[in-house]
Nanobody
Framework: VQLQASGGGLVQAGGSLRLSCAAS????????MGWLRQAPGKEREFVAA????????YYADSVKGRFTISRDNAKNTVYLQMNSLKPGDTAVYYC???????????????????WGQGTQVTVSS
């Protein structure tokens, strides 16, 4: 799957952003999708994931209640709505597609085969 992420930017604390990730290639609707992020000097970390049909979602504790992942299989796109943003959310955000079809999402980076180029999110205090 080729992935193209967009929607990042600079926002004040408390603000919102919506990230999008457009996919092409292997059958998008067969794969769970995830969003992960990496801040400067830190390891890449799991943010959120969604099953292939969109029926189940998973979140890191740090974003639960503030972020919402969704997907539109007709548009081959996955989204990440981010509300109540904090300076600690500043990072490059990556969308990624699972290696295996019809598998429940994983939080570890190694579970994902295809990655987008990343989009920068900066939250100012």
């Amino acid at each position: 799957v080729q992935l193209q992420a967009s929607g990042g930017g600079l926002v004040q604390a408390g603000g919102s952003l919506r990230l999008s990730c457009a996919a092409s290639g292997r059958l998008f609707s067969s794969y769970s999708m995830g969003w992960l992020r990496q801040a400067p000097g830190k390891e890449r970390e799991f943010v959120a994931a969604i099953t292939w049909g969109g029926g189940s979602t998973y979140y890191a504790d740090s974003v639960k209640g503030r972020f919402t992942i969704s997907r539109d299989n007709a548009k081959n796109t996955v989204y990440l709505q981010m509300n109540s943003l904090k300076p600690g959310d500043t990072a490059v955000y990556y969308c990624a597609a699972d290696r295996v079809t019809f598998r429940s999402p994983r939080s570890d980076s190694s579970a994902y085969l295809d990655w987008g180029q990343g989009t920068q999110v900066t939250v100012s205090s």
